[in-house]
Structures are given as structure tokens and as C-alpha cells.
């Protein structure tokens, strides 16, 4: 079963700031990344700005596609009011399918403010509790939602369409 993890850290470097750890932690297979993006929303914006990261070893799974919708959902949609809320409503249903809902989008929402930043890690298999603490110590919270086998298979194949971009 794969997790969708996101560490929300109280400055907007924190996130950048974990990623040696996070590739530390993988390095000794305490955790397995199909797929990674941050976010980082310096004090002075009026947006965040993100980076998608893939799995650290090459291409990720899901690709831009997934994190564009998800980090909208997040971030932008606040900002275009209520005009494409109806359009906005059924995206946001279409990710309940896969283990993303309201309250996810909501929490993380609420977390990732002005001044904060925050990592999410698609994940294949993590040893929770030892990958848990090493974060904590950076001053990091845990948000997480878990997808199902089946839940995973479903956002896979909702954004195999979309291209991954080259790395190289």
C-alpha cells in the first residue's frame, strides 16, 4: 500500500532543507519514494512556490500532472473564488477516489501558510515510526493520507497521460 505523506515544517526552507534527510532515510530503506514534491511560501508572497521532484532516483510516478491538480486544489483555488467552484468541486471529488479528500486538502491548507513550507513524499513502503522521529527533530508535523492498493492504481492511471518531464 502506498502513502501520500506531507511533513509541514514551520519556516519556508524547511522543506528544502529535509530533502537530505528524506534521501538519507531512503539510502538505509527506511522508506521507499515513488514520487516527491515541496512547497515553499516565503513570507513576502502572495503565492507558493513549488518543485516537483519525482522519486529522487529518476522519473516519478505520478508526474507533474498530479501535483499541478493537487497543489491548484491547495493553493489557487482559495485565490479564483467562487467562480470555478463547481469545475473545482468535481476535481476535488474525482481525488476522493484515490484517497485525497476535502479534509486533506483542507488540513494542508491550513497548514502551508505564508512563512512555512511543506514535503509531500508519495511513497511505496516507509517504516513509519523510524522515519517519523528524524523528522520531528527538524521541527516538522506529520500530515498523511493512505492509498489503498487500489486507490494507487487509480491515480496512476488518471495521470499516465500527462508527461514526465526530462530531468536531465
Known amino acids: 500500500m502506498s502513502s501520500l505523506t506531507v511533513w509541514a515544517f514551520p519556516t519556508a526552507d524547511g522543506a528544502e532543507n529535509a530533502l537530505a534527510l528524506l534521501e538519507r532515510l531512503q539510502k538505509q530503506q527506511l522508506v521507499s519514494i515513488a514520487d516527491a514534491a515541496y512547497v515553499t511560501w516565503p513570507e513576502d508572497r502572495k503565492k507558493p512556490k513549488t518543485k516537483e521532484l519525482g522519486s529522487l532516483t529518476g ?37 476522493s477516489h484515490v484517497g ?22 508519495m511513497t511505496d513502503s516507509t517504516v513509519l515510526d523510524r522515519v517519523a522521529e528524524p ?34
Open 59 to 95: 522519473a516519478g510516478a505520478l508526474g507533474g500532472g498530479f501535483w499541478g491538480l493537487l497543489f491548484g486544489l491547495i493553493f489557487l483555488v482559495p485565490l479564483l473564488g467562487m467562480a470555478v467552484g463547481a469545475a473545482i468541486g468535481a476535481l476535488t471529488g474525482s481525488l
Open 100 to 121: 485525497i479528500d476535502e479534509d486533506f486538502i483542507a488540513t494542508v491548507r491550513t497548514r502551508v501558510t505564508p512563512g512555512t513550507s511543506a514535503l509531500f513524499v
Open 135 to 168: 523528522f520531528r527533530e527538524t521541527g516538522a508535523t506529520l500530515l498523511t493520507t493512505n492509498l489503498s492498493d487500489e486507490e494507487e492504481a487509480r491515480l496512476r492511471a488518471a495521470f499516465s497521460e500527462f508527461p514526465v518531464p526530462d530531468r536531465s
